[in-house]
C-alpha cells in the first residue's frame, strides 16, 4: 500500500462489506471506521498526564460486523492477503487471550472489557479491512479498538458516546491487554480532527482549527514495538524521580513531584526551577526529564499560535532557540501560522532524537532531508525507533515531489500524502 492514491471511505465500505459477504454468505448488518492518526505534538507524554495533540487522517481501519448465533468468528483481510493465519473463533465460555501477538486477543480483549463494565455483548461475525499499516506509528491497533468498539456498540445499541468507546478502548489495550500505553492513540481514534487531548480525568478532548497545507507520511518501514519503548522511558524517569526526592529540594517543587512518572504535576514543574537539580542526576534521566518539560512548553506555544492567541516573540526565541532574525522572518510570512507550527514539530524531533532516545541516525536524516527540501517541519510520529515520519507540507504537489525524492533516492520504502479526516463513523445503520 503506497503511493499517491488513498481508497475513497465510500469504495473502502464497499470492499470491506463485499468481503464479509463472500466469507460469511451474508450480508453485514453495518459497517464501522476510525482513522488512523498522527501523533502531532507533544510525542511520549500521554502516558504522563500531559495533553497531547493529534491528527486524525484518512488512512482508516473498517470493521463489517453482524451478530452471529452461538460463537464469535472475526477474519482480517490484510492478514489474508499476508497468507497467514487469519480467523479467531471463541465463545464466551472460553474466552481468554491467545498471547504471542495474535490479532485476535484485541477482539478477545475487546469483549472482556466490555463485559467488565456489565455489558452482554451478543456473539458477532466482523471482517476487518484496514488501510492503516502496522506498527508504523500511526496508531494501528487503537483504530482498530475503536472502529470495533463501535461496531458493537452499535449492533447492541449500547448507546455509547466517542469518549465512552475511546475510554473501553483504552481499557482494552491498557488494563486487560497491559500494554503500558496512553490515551493518544483510542482518542484520537474516536474524534479525528486535530485535537488536544487532556489525558488527566476528565480526559477532556478540544477541536481545533485546522491548519492549511497537507501531511505527508514516510514509513521507514523499520518495525518497533511501543510496548519495547515505553516501560523503558518511564523506569528511566522513575529513576530520576527517586534521585530528586532523596535530594534536599524546595518544598514548593518537592509538592510537585511524586514517585513515578504519572504523579508528577508536569504542567506546573518550570525548567528553571529544577534545573539545578537536574545538574545532579544520571545523565539518561535528567534528558529524560528535560525532554518532558522543553516538548510540553513548545507545545503550549505551539496550540496559541494554532488557535490565534498573542504569542510573544520572546517565547519563539527563548523556547524554540530561534534568532530574532529567524522570528522576524517567520511572522511576516503569509503561512507564518504554518511556518511556526512546522518549526516546533522539528524541534521536537530533535528532542525525541537527542533528550529521549527514540529516534534513530536514518530517521534524523529523513526529517533533515525533508525540512531541506521545503517541507515547514518533520518529526517522528509514534513511540520511535522506527515508524513513521510525518512532515507538514505547503501543498499536495509539493508533497508529492518530496515523496518520489523520498523514494527515488531510498530513504524510505513507501509514504502517503493524506487528509485531516473525522473521527469513528458507523455506515449504512
Given at each position: 500500500m503506497s503511493g499517491y492514491v488513498l481508497t475513497s471511505v465510500i469504495m473502502s465500505v464497499d470492499i470491506v462489506t463485499r468481503e464479509f459477504r463472500e466469507f460469511f454468505n451474508e450480508k453485514p448488518a453495518l459497517v464501522a471506521s476510525a482513522p488512523g492518526r498522527l501523533d502531532?505534538?507533544?510525542?511520549?507524554?500521554?502516558?504522563?498526564?500531559?495533553?497531547?495533540?493529534?491528527?486524525?487522517?484518512?488512512?482508516?481501519?473498517?470493521?463489517?460486523?453482524?451478530?452471529?448465533?452461538?460463537?464469535?468468528?472475526?477474519?482480517?483481510?490484510?492478514?489474508?492477503?499476508?497468507?497467514?493465519?487469519?480467523?479467531?473463533?471463541?465463545?464466551?465460555?472460553?474466552l481468554k487471550l491467545i498471547g504471542g501477538k495474535w490479532f485476535g486477543d484485541y477482539v478477545r480483549a475487546l469483549v472482556m472489557a466490555f463485559m467488565r463494565h456489565g455489558y452482554s455483548v451478543s456473539p458477532f461475525k466482523a471482517w476487518i479491512r484496514s488501510n492503516v499499516p502496522i506498527a508504523s506509528g500511526l496508531g494501528s491497533s487503537g483504530?482498530?479498538?475503536?472502529?470495533?468498539?463501535?461496531?458493537?456498540?452499535?449492533?447492541?445499541?449500547?448507546?455509547?458516546?466517542?469518549?465512552?468507546?475511546?475510554?473501553?478502548?483504552?481499557?482494552?489495550?491498557h488494563d486487560v491487554m497491559g500494554i503500558p500505553c496512553g490515551r493518544?492513540?483510542?482518542?484520537?481514534?474516536?474524534?479525528?480532527?486535530?485535537?488536544?487531548?487532556e489525558t488527566k480525568p476528565p480526559y477532556n478532548v478540544e477541536v481545533l482549527p485546522r491548519l492549511n497545507g497537507v501531511f505527508l507520511i514516510v514509513d521507514t518501514g523499520?518495525?518497533?514495538?511501543?510496548?519495547?519503548?515505553?516501560?523503558?522511558?518511564?523506569?528511566?524517569?522513575?529513576?530520576?524521580?527517586?534521585?530528586?526526592?532523596?535530594?534536599?529540594?524546595?518544598?514548593?517543587?518537592?509538592?510537585?513531584?511524586?514517585?513515578?512518572?504519572?504523579?508528577?504535576?508536569?504542567?506546573?514543574?518550570?525548567?528553571?526551577?529544577?534545573?539545578?537539580?537536574?545538574?545532579?542526576?544520571?545523565?539518561?534521566?535528567?534528558?529524560?526529564?528535560?525532554?518532558?518539560?522543553?516538548?510540553?512548553?513548545?507545545?503550549r506555544l505551539a496550540l496559541r499560535v494554532i488557535k490565534g492567541e498573542a504569542?510573544?516573540?520572546?517565547?519563539?526565541?527563548?523556547?524554540?532557540?530561534?534568532?530574532?532574525?529567524?522570528v522576524d522572518s517567520l511572522i511576516s510570512r503569509y503561512d507564518w501560522r504554518e511556518a511556526l507550527i512546522g518549526k516546533v514539530m522539528t524541534y521536537q524531533h530533535r528532542l525525541l532524537s537527542e533528550y529521549y532516545d527514540v529516534s534513530l541516525p536514518v530517521i534524523d536524516e529523513l526529517v533533515n532531508f525533508l525540512v531541506g527540501e521545503g517541507a515547514y517541519g518533520a518529526k517522528l510520529s509514534g513511540a520511535g525507533l522506527g515508524g513513521s515520519v510525518i512532515a507538514l507540507i505547503r501543498d499536495e504537489t509539493m508533497a508529492k515531489?518530496?515523496?518520489s525524492k523520498v523514494l527515488s533516492r531510498g530513504l524510505a520504502p513507501r509514504g502517503w500524502v493524506v487528509s485531516i479526516d473525522g473521527g469513528v463513523m458507523v455506515h449504512g445503520q
Open positions: 502531532f505534538l507533544n510525542t511520549h507524554q500521554d502516558y504522563k498526564g500531559l495533553p497531547v495533540v493529534a491528527v486524525g487522517i484518512n488512512l482508516r481501519t473498517y470493521i463489517a460486523i453482524s451478530k452471529s448465533q452461538y460463537e464469535f468468528v472475526v477474519a482480517s483481510g490484510n492478514l489474508r492477503d499476508e497468507g497467514v493465519k487469519y480467523i479467531d473463533r471463541f465463545s464466551l465460555s472460553d483504530t482498530l479498538l475503536v472502529a470495533l468498539a463501535s461496531a458493537i456498540n452499535a449492533i447492541n445499541g449500547f448507546n455509547l458516546d466517542r469518549k465512552a468507546i475511546a475510554e473501553i478502548a483504552y481499557e482494552t489495550e493518544l492513540d483510542q482518542y484520537a481514534a474516536a474524534f479525528g480532527d486535530i485535537v488536544v487531548i523499520i518495525r518497533h514495538s511501543t510496548a519495547d519503548i515505553h516501560p523503558r522511558r518511564q523506569q528511566e524517569i522513575d529513576d530520576g524521580l527517586r534521585e530528586l526526592l532523596s535530594m534536599s529540594i524546595p518544598g514548593s517543587l518537592r509538592g510537585k513531584l511524586g514517585a513515578h512518572y504519572w504523579e508528577v504535576r508536569w504542567d506546573e514543574v518550570s525548567e528553571d526551577e529544577i534545573r539545578q537539580f537536574l545538574d545532579g542526576l544520571n545523565e539518561i534521566s535528567r534528558r529524560r526529564i528535560l525532554y518532558t518539560l522543553r516538548a510540553n512548553e513548545s507545545t504569542v510573544d516573540i520572546k517565547d519563539l526565541v527563548r523556547v524554540l532557540g530561534l534568532s530574532n532574525a529567524e515531489e518530496i515523496l
